[in-house]
C-alpha cells in the first residue's frame, strides 16, 4: 500500500513538472492527496493540494504581518528586497517567484487576476532591482579591490623611498672628528658642549658598524652635516657663556679669599676695639672713638650728644702690623683717651660759644612778647629743642664739625618752631577774644549784667519737675518757656494761654501772637537774647549733651536774660549744668524730684499676641512703626502711630487719639520720650538699639529710663510696666530702671560757631566758603578751650557744603544753617541748595507743589506726603528770614495743612480695609536708596 501510495505521489508531481506548477514536497506526499491519486481522482487530489497550499501561504504572510495584497504590494514598492525574502520564507523552493505569485500566492490572497498580475509584475521589478544591486555591489567589491591594491603598491614605493633617503642620510653623516674640523673647535669644546647636549648627535652607532646599517647600543655619536651652518652661528655665543663662566668662577674664588682675609681683620679689630673701650669704632677704614659732649641750656637743664674723633697713628699701625702688648699696649690705650680728652675739649669750647648766642637770640625774643606768652612760649621751645636733640641722639656719632653744624641748625629749627608756633598761638588768642570765645559768657551782655539765679530740677519721668516749673512760670510778670520740639512750644502755649496767663507761640517757621502776651513759647533755638524777662524755663536740659543739637541749651542758659532760669531734666544734666554755672559765675540751686508712680520692668519678653489696650510699642526707625502698626492692625487692634517724620499737627492729632481712646494702642519712635503725656500702661521696646545718625548703638540707661517712664503717667494710670519683645534681653531694661546716672563721657558744653566769630575767621583766612570757615572755628578756636566743644552740626555742615557753590553773601548763607533738613538726607540739602541759587540771582522762590490729592495707602506714597510736609517746614522757615524772597507764606501753610490732614487721616485707617495694610513691598525704591544711604552714613 506504501509503495502504490509513493508511486501515485510521483505520478502527481510529474503532472505538476510537467505543467511547472510550483508546490511544497511535504504537502504532495501527503497520504489522503496519494489515496486520491489511487482512485483515480486527480481532480480531487490537486483541489486537496492547492487548498492546503493555500491555507499555508496565508500563515506564512500573516506571520510576517502582510494579512492581505495590499500589505504585500506596499512591502514590495517600499523595500522590494523585504518582500522579496518574504516570498521565498512561504513559497516552495526552486520555483519562479513572478510564477508561483500569480498562481499561489494571489489565489490564496482572493485576488483577482488582473491583481495577481499587477502583482506578479511588483515581483519581477524587485527582482530586477535586487540583481542590479547585485551588480553594483560587485562592481563597487571590484573597485574596492583595485584600490587597495594601488594602495599596497604606494605604500611599498613610499617605504622604499624612505629606505633609500634613510641610507642617503646616513651615508652623508660624520664623525666628531670632522665636525670639530668643520666648526673649528677644541676637543675640550667638543666634550664639554657634547655633555651639555648643545651638539645634536643624529645617531650612535656602534663601534665597527658601516653607513647603511641599523643598529643599537651605545657608540660613537654621528652628526648632521646639514646642521653646521646653525653650530657654526652659536659656537661664538658658546665660547663668550664659557667666558663668562671661567670670570664669575675666578670672582668668586677672589671673593671667598677676601672672606677669609676680612674675618682675620675683623678679629684683629675686634680686638684692637676692646682695649680702646666704649664708643670705639671703625671709620672710614681707621679707628675712631665716639665720646659724649655736654650741652648746657638755660631752661633745658644737661643734656649730651657724641662727636666721634680719628684715633692716633699709632693706633692705625696697631691694625695693620703687629698687635701691641704688655707696655706697647697700655701706651696705645693711654694716647686715645688723651686724643678724646682733646676732641671734647673743642667741641665743647666751639658749642659753648653757640649757645651763649643762640641763648642771647632766645631772650631777645621772650622780651618782645607778653609776659603772659613766655610760659606756652618757653613750653614750645623746649618741645621743639628736645625733639631736634633727640633725632641727634638717634643718629650716629658725627665728626666734630658736622656735630657743631647739626647741634646749631637743629636749635635754629627750634626756636624758629618755638616762634612761629607763639604767633599761630597768638593770631589765634587774639581771634578768640574778638570774636568773644575766649570768655563765652562774655559774648551775652545783657544776661552778664543781671545777678541770675540757676534752678536745677532733676528727677526722672512723671515726676511732676516740669509742672513746678510751669506753675513758677506762671506766676512771673515776664516769661519764657523754652522746649527742644515744635510740638513741645505748642503745648506749652496752649498751656499757658488756658491758664489765662496770654502767651505767644514762637518757633523756626510760624509765630501765633496773642494780644496782651506777657509770656512766650518757643523753641530753644529761637530764644530771645535781648529781652529781659523774669522766669525761663529750660526744658529737657539734659539734651546739652546731645552731639548735634546741644549748642542750642549752651547757648540758651548762657545768655538767656531772665533772672531765675528753671531747669528741668533728668539727672544727666547735672555734669553739664555744674560747669555752665562755673563757667558764668552763678549760683546753682539743685532739687530733686522723685517718681509718683511705681515703674517696674516685665520679667519675661513679651509676644506681639500679648500687646493689650494701653500699651504703647517703641521701634525706632519709620518703617519699623509702621511695619508693626500693619500687623496691630491685622489684630483688630485701633493703633495711633507716631514718628519724627510727622509734622506737630499729627502727633498731636495721634496722641489725642489714644489719649481719648480712639486708638487702643500706640506704636511710636522715641519721640514719645519728650513732651507727650499720654496714658500709657505698659512701654514695649522692640529693640534695645537705634541709629543715631551717624551709627547702630545700643540704648543708653538714660534713653531706656526717658522712654519707659512714660508708663503710668500720674493721674491718667496707676502704675508703669517697661518691657521687651521676643529676642531682647529684659534684664537690661530692669538694670537701666534701677541703675543711677552715669557720668558723661565729655561734660564741656556744645557751643556754635557765632556770626561775628565767622565773619572775623572769613576776613582772617581771606575766604568766603562758609565750610572751611566752620571747621576751622571748631578746631582751633573752640576746641582747645577746656569748658567748651564745637557741636557736631552735621545738618549745619552739609547745609554749608551746599550753599557754598552759589554766590549768596556770607551772612545769608550763616542764615541758612538752621534750616530744618530733617533726615532726609542730600535729597532735601539738593533742595535748599537750588532754592539759595534762585536767592542768590535775585528771584524769588515758589512754595513747593506737589500732586498728591488721595490719602496714601502704600509707604511710597506717605513718604512723599512726609517729605511734602518736609519741604514746606524748610520753606516756611526760610520765610521768617527772608520774606522777600520766600512770599507764598500763606499757601506753604494751607499745603502743610493739608499734607499734615491727608497723613492723619491714612493714619486713622482701620484693619479691615486692604488700603490699611501698608507693606514694603509697596515701597518706591528711590526711598529703598535713600534708607540705604542713611544707614551708611
Not at 684692637?272 to 659724649?292: K, N, S, V
Not at 603772659?372 to 613750653?379: Q, V, Y
Request: aromatic share 6%; with cysteine; proline share 6%.
Amino acid at each position: 500500500m506504501a509503495q502504490a501510495r509513493a508511486e501515485a505521489s510521483a505520478t502527481l508531481r510529474r503532472m505538476l513538472e510537467a505543467e511547472s506548477l510550483p508546490f511544497f514536497p511535504d504537502i504532495l506526499d501527503s497520504p489522503d492527496i496519494a489515496d486520491a491519486m489511487l482512485a483515480r481522482r486527480v481532480e480531487d487530489a490537486v483541489e486537496i493540494l492547492a487548498e492546503r497550499m493555500s491555507g499555508r501561504i496565508r500563515a506564512g504572510l500573516s506571520e510576517l504581518g502582510l494579512a492581505d495584497g495590499k500589505a504585500l504590494a506596499e512591502r514590495l514598492r517600499q523595500k522590494p528586497a523585504a518582500g522579496l525574502a518574504a516570498l521565498n520564507a512561504i513559497l516552495p523552493p526552486g520555483v519562479s517567484l513572478a510564477k508561483a505569485v500569480a498562481d499561489l500566492v494571489a489565489p490564496s490572497l482572493g485576488l483577482s487576476t488582473q491583481a495577481a498580475q499587477g502583482m506578479a509584475m511588483l515581483v519581477q521589478r524587485a527582482q530586477r532591482e535586487e540583481i542590479w544591486r547585485e551588480k553594483l555591489a560587485q562592481q563597487a567589491a571590484r573597485r574596492a579591490a583595485q584600490d587597495a591594491e594601488r594602495a599596497a603598491a604606494e605604500a611599498m614605493q613610499r617605504r622604499q623611498a624612505e629606505e633609500d633617503a634613510w641610507r642617503r642620510w646616513q651615508m652623508s653623516l660624520i664623525g666628531g672628528s670632522r665636525l670639530r674640523q668643520l666648526l673649528a673647535i677644541t676637543p675640550t669644546e667638543f666634550r664639554r658642549w657634547l655633555a651639555e647636549g648643545r651638539l645634536p648627535v643624529a645617531e650612535t652607532r656602534p663601534a665597527g658598524q658601516r653607513n647603511g646599517q641599523r643598529g643599537e647600543g651605545a657608540g660613537v655619536p654621528r652628526f648632521d652635516p646639514a646642521r653646521l651652518p646653525e653650530l657654526a652661528t652659536r659656537v661664538p655665543e658658546w665660547r663668550r657663556e664659557w667666558q663668562s663662566v671661567l670670570k664669575a668662577r675666578r670672582r668668586a674664588s677672589a671673593l671667598a679669599s677676601e672672606k677669609v682675609m676680612a674675618r682675620v681683620q675683623a678679629c684683629r679689630d675686634q680686638a684692637l676695639l676692646a682695649m680702646a673701650g666704649p664708643g670705639a669704632r671703625l671709620l672710614d677704614h681707621r679707628l675712631a672713638m665716639a665720646r659724649p659732649v655736654r650741652i648746657d641750656l638755660p631752661f633745658l637743664g644737661v643734656t649730651a650728644v657724641e662727636t666721634l674723633f680719628v684715633l692716633p697713628d699709632d693706633a692705625m699701625a696697631a691694625r695693620v702690623g703687629p698687635f701691641p702688648r704688655g707696655k706697647a699696649r697700655e701706651q696705645l690705650r693711654a694716647a686715645m683717651m688723651s686724643a678724646g680728652d682733646a676732641a671734647v675739649s673743642r667741641v665743647s669750647r666751639s658749642l659753648g660759644a653757640t649757645l651763649a648766642a643762640w641763648t642771647a637770640r632766645v631772650a631777645s625774643v621772650r622780651q618782645g612778647m607778653p609776659d603772659t606768652m613766655h610760659t606756652r612760649f618757653t613750653e614750645a621751645l623746649e618741645k621743639a629743642v628736645r625733639q631736634g636733640l633727640g633725632t641727634i641722639g638717634s643718629l650716629d656719632p658725627a665728626p666734630a664739625d658736622r656735630l657743631i653744624r647739626l647741634v646749631t641748625g637743629r636749635l635754629e629749627e627750634a626756636l624758629a618752631q618755638a616762634i612761629n608756633r607763639w604767633s599761630q598761638e597768638r593770631d589765634r588768642h587774639a581771634l578768640r577774644s574778638e570774636t568773644g570765645l575766649d570768655d563765652y559768657a562774655r559774648m551775652f551782655p545783657t544776661a552778664r549784667a543781671m545777678r541770675r539765679r540757676l534752678v536745677l530740677h532733676i528727677g526722672p519721668t512723671n515726676s511732676g519737675k516740669t509742672h513746678a516749673a510751669m506753675e513758677a512760670l506762671k506766676a512771673a510778670r515776664q516769661g519764657a518757656y523754652l522746649a527742644p520740639l515744635r510740638l513741645m512750644a505748642l503745648e506749652g502755649a496752649d498751656r499757658l494761654n488756658t491758664a489765662g496767663v496770654p502767651t505767644d507761640m514762637r518757633t523756626g517757621e510760624e509765630e501765633v501772637l496773642v494780644d496782651g502776651a506777657t509770656h512766650v513759647s518757643s523753641t530753644i533755638e529761637m530764644a530771645e537774647l535781648d529781652r529781659a524777662i523774669d522766669v525761663a524755663v529750660v526744658d529737657e536740659v539734659q539734651i546739652i549733651a546731645h552731639h548735634d543739637r546741644g549748642w542750642a541749651w549752651t547757648q540758651a542758659l548762657v545768655g538767656m536774660p531772665a533772672r531765675t532760669i528753671v531747669m528741668t531734666g533728668s539727672p544727666d544734666a547735672v555734669p553739664f549744668v555744674t560747669r555752665l554755672a562755673d563757667m558764668t559765675g552763678e549760683a546753682l540751686e539743685v532739687l530733686s524730684f522723685e517718681r509718683k508712680s511705681p515703674l517696674v520692668a516685665e520679667p519675661t519678653p513679651l509676644r506681639l499676641e500679648d500687646v493689650r489696650p494701653g500699651d504703647a510699642l517703641v521701634a525706632f526707625t519709620r518703617t519699623d512703626v509702621l511695619r508693626f502698626r500693619t500687623l496691630l492692625l491685622q489684630r483688630g487692634f485701633a493703633v495711633a502711630s507716631i514718628y519724627g517724620a510727622l509734622g506737630p499737627e499729627v502727633r498731636r492729632a495721634e496722641s489725642e487719639r489714644f489719649r481719648t481712646g480712639d486708638a487702643q494702642v500706640l506704636v511710636a519712635t522715641d519721640a514719645i520720650g519728650m513732651g507727650l503725656n499720654l496714658p500709657i500702661q505698659r512701654v514695649i521696646f522692640s529693640t534695645l538699639e537705634k541709629f543715631d545718625g551717624r551709627r547702630k548703638r545700643p540704648l543708653t540707661s538714660a534713653e531706656i529710663r526717658q522712654i519707659a517712664g512714660r508708663a503710668g503717667r500720674y493721674g491718667l494710670a496707676e502704675s508703669g510696666v517697661a518691657g521687651v519683645l521676643a529676642g531682647q534681653e529684659p534684664a537690661l531694661v530692669a538694670a537701666a530702671l534701677e541703675g543711677a546716672a552715669e557720668p558723661p563721657e565729655d561734660d564741656r558744653l556744645p557751643v556754635m560757631p557765632p556770626w561775628n566769630a565767622v565773619a572775623a575767621v572769613a576776613q582772617r583766612l581771606q575766604t568766603e566758603k562758609l565750610r572751611p570757615i566752620l571747621d576751622y572755628i571748631a578746631q582751633h578756636l573752640i576746641g582747645d578751650d577746656p569748658r567748651l566743644r564745637p557741636a557736631a552740626m552735621d545738618s549745619a555742615r552739609g547745609i554749608a557744603s551746599f550753599t557754598d557753590t552759589n554766590s549768596l553773601p556770607l551772612k545769608d548763607r550763616y542764615r541758612y544753617l538752621g534750616v530744618p533738613a530733617g533726615g532726609d538726607g542730600p535729597r532735601m540739602l539738593s533742595e535748599i541748595a537750588f532754592w539759595a541759587r534762585l536767592h542768590a540771582a535775585g528771584r524769588s522762590i515758589s512754595a513747593p507743589r506737589s500732586p498728591i490729592w488721595k490719602v496714601p495707602s502704600s509707604y511710597s506714597e506717605l513718604g512723599a506726603c512726609e517729605h511734602q510736609v518736609l519741604r514746606l517746614s524748610a520753606y516756611l522757615w526760610l520765610a521768617r528770614r527772608f520774606p522777600e524772597h520766600y512770599r507764598d507764606t500763606r499757601l506753604a501753610q494751607d499745603e502743610r495743612l493739608r499734607f499734615n490732614a491727608l497723613i492723619e487721616q491714612a493714619l486713622r485707617r482701620r484693619a479691615d480695609a486692604k488700603a490699611a495694610v501698608i507693606t514694603e513691598d509697596d515701597e518706591d525704591p528711590r526711598w529703598a536708596k535713600l534708607k540705604q544711604f542713611r544707614r551708611g552714613h
